[in-house]
């Protein structure tokens, strides 16, 4: 068995490429059930966000896993295998889970320590879970890199004053000569993002904000946030209007289409007056032909590398510090896969004691008669349960417990030569 993670990123892909291999979240159990249909994949798990597309496997056989995850990607984005391939990085084992590690923990963000995707990681573990995707080796896996990513942000200073994609998207527009306090402002959606960007809107004087959302009540819930600030409202069916009075725009939201392309934005605009609008969904809101209309100026996520640059080099030291930390967890991690090559011999002695436990008991009881009392009975069987289970755990935990490889194989050699053990393998991971 091994772990592979097969993946896209802002790394490795532009967001037009990124955007045909998004998985949405109402697609992630299909997606988790066509993985697990695969003959070389025993587990999966799906990470979809703005900046990456990453499958966590468990594959009997790395190579026949890791293109069956290739094929999959290939039939889901309609891209042809020979196309992907260049945008693709496959990790195995180590290098996957320590991956996981930085990727939970901000490390490999677009923007470094970033903090939203620690809470898209936990999601993507609790969507794995939901749909029957993690088994043993990736539960435990999700598990520690959730406590990585929370150990670096406790116990390091990266994430103090990280910048967000939001609030990058707000500084790549002051970087374009945009003054946000006079501009009138509207943000196309009212979810998570939107919210961040709207606090780093007004953090910067901005005073003009439109929200447009598609869903009335998340528009409202949205402003409720920002009780103080005076946000104007609107549905999605006012959106050109409320664009064509805007001088900057912000998308994001969650559809698979672009909402606005150059047709739609020459038929309201006014061709005097310039307009800025900035896209940070993945698949992408704006179509890029927005860029021929002459007073437009549109930017997607992957014109924000130039902000994040800024804020790149002073988080180096601590991205070093936070490193360090991540090796424990690795470590950690790696302990205890290397500990699963007990459970055959410990689950095969268990087995034969518990056989010999019952054929003894039996035979005691037996002696005994009928007249003795079924109280009698449970009680002797449950001091017996607990003399087998008290013998049995110390040399449990010691062969656990036992970091140095060759010698807990000889340990184990020992107890199947001793008890004359008939070992099943397959039981390890399971």
Request: proline residues 3%.
């Amino acid at each position: 068995m091994n772990i592979a993670v097969v993946g896209l990123s802002h790394k490795t892909a532009p967001v037009e490429v990124r955007e045909k291999l998004s998985i949405p979240e109402q697609k992630v159990e299909a997606a988790i059930a066509q993985l697990r249909g695969y003959p070389h994949i025993q587990e999966v798990a799906i990470l979809s966000t703005c900046n990456r597309l990453e499958i966590y496997i468990v594959t009997s056989e790395s190579e026949p896993g890791v293109r069956e995850v290739i094929q999959f990607l290939s039939e889901c984005s309609k891209v042809y295998v020979q196309s992907l391939r260049p945008h693709l990085f496959i990790l195995l084992h180590e290098d996957a889970v320590m991956h996981l590690m930085r990727v939970a923990s901000g490390l490999d963000s677009l923007v470094l320590g970033e903090g939203q995707i620690l809470a898209q990681v936990k999601q993507t573990h609790k969507l794995a879970q939901q749909y029957k995707g993690v088994g043993r080796i990736l539960e435990r896996l999700f598990k520690q890199a959730l406590t990585a990513g929370k150990r670096v942000r406790t116990e390091t200073s990266i994430g103090t004053g990280a910048v967000s994609i939001s609030s990058a998207a707000a500084e790549l527009a002051q970087m374009k000569g945009q003054n946000l306090a006079s501009s009138k402002i509207a943000i196309i959606g009212a979810g998570k993002m939107s919210r961040l960007l709207v606090q780093h809107l007004l953090s910067k004087g901005a005073s003009h904000i439109s929200i447009v959302n598609r869903s009335v009540r998340g528009a409202l819930e949205l402003a409720g946030q920002f009780k103080d600030a005076q946000l104007h409202l609107y549905q999605l069916s006012e959106m050109m209007q409320v664009i064509a009075s805007s001088d900057l725009v912000f998308t994001s939201t969650a559809a698979t289409d672009p909402l606005l392309n150059k047709a739609k934005l020459e038929a309201v605009l006014d061709p005097n007056r310039p307009l800025m609008l900035v896209d940070i969904s993945v698949p992408r809101n704006i179509d890029s032909d927005a860029n021929e209309l002459a007073n437009v100026r549109s930017f997607n996520v992957d014109d924000l590398k130039a902000v994040v640059a800024q804020n790149h080099e002073s988080r180096r030291k601590m991205a070093m510090e936070a490193q360090g930390l991540l090796e424990q967890e690795v470590e950690a991690f790696d302990l205890w896969w290397r500990s699963l090559e007990t459970v055959p011999t410990i689950s095969c002695l268990r087995d034969k004691i518990e056989l010999i436990r019952e054929q003894e008991l039996e035979k005691a009881l037996s002696r005994l008669g009928s007249e003795f009392s079924e109280k009698h009975q449970d009680v002797i069987e449950s001091l017996t349960r607990g003399i087998v289970n008290k013998i049995l755990h110390d040399p449990m935990v010691q062969l656990r417990a036992q970091q140095d490889i060759e010698a807990r194989r000889q340990a184990m050699q020992t107890l199947q030569t001793l008890f004359n053990l008939d070992v099943d393998v397959n039981q390890q991971y399971s």
